[in-house]
T-cell receptor, first 113, second 115 residues
């Protein structure tokens, strides 16, 4: 019930295309859903985050879509660029100060030039 | 503002040895979390410290331990190293406990290789 399942494991998209990464969770107590981006040799960095009171959040070319009833959320990267090639992690947490954030296993995204 | 720093960046150890990794958080951050990253398992939570107290612990054996000092700097120790401990160890700092949705800032990690 604590898991966050992420798919696909890897993704290849043409430059200019839309990259879509999906995550699913079981625990309805989760109330914060961030996405992290990690480049080779670097630690992950927060990309965008959403709370379940909204169904969509957009920041530039990055959009999170959230479906509370299906317990799913996804990251859409519009007009994907080679510089977006990285590993992306979804995550979830419950807002309890003594609780931890749960990460998905990651998606390795490669944008073809 | 300086980011999270981790030392050393690379480490090679032999099975059975022990290792200590260090993390200096961003100035003013009081929470430090440690993660193990491997290709197959992704990011796995080790433990989190806030104001020198361990707030949470992941499902790792007791060989993995940590501590936090009064200046918020943190160390993690792995004793009796096993081949399976080879991984990238990431430290992340935040203003407050991650459970309260404070943004985590990750360091570049320490790449540990156990031979």
């Amino acid at each position: 019930q604590q898991q966050v399942k992420q798919s696909p494991q890897s993704l290849i998209v043409q430059k200019g295309g839309i990259s879509i990464i999906n995550c699913a969770y079981e625990n309805t107590a989760f109330d914060y859903f961030p996405w992290y981006q990690q480049f080779p040799g670097k630690g992950p960095a927060l990309l965008i985050a959403i709370r379940p009171d909204v169904s969509e959040k957009k920041e530039g070319r990055f959009t999170i879509s959230f479906n509370k009833s299906a317990k799913q959320f996804s990251l859409h990267i519009m007009d994907s660029q080679p510089g977006d090639s990285a590993t992306y992690f979804c995550a979830a947490s419950k807002g309890n100060r003594d609780d931890k954030i749960i990460f998905g296993k990651g998606t390795r995204l490669h944008i073809l030039p | 503002k300086a980011g999270v720093t981790q030392t050393p960046r690379y480490l090679i150890k032999t099975r059975g040895q022990q290792v200590t990794l260090s993390c200096s958080p961003i100035s003013g951050h009081r929470s430090v979390s440690w993660y193990q990253q491997t290709p197959g398992q992704g990011l796995q939570f080790l433990f989190e410290y806030f104001s020198e107290t361990q707030r949470n612990k992941g499902n790792f054996p007791g060989r993995f331990s940590g501590r936090q000092f009064s200046n918020s700097r943190s160390e993690m120790n792995v004793s009796t190293l096993e081949l399976g401990d080879s991984a990238l160890y990431l430290c992340a700092s935040s203003l407050g406990p991650t459970g309260n949705h404070y943004e985590q800032y990750f360091g570049p990690g320490t790449r540990l290789t156990v031979t």
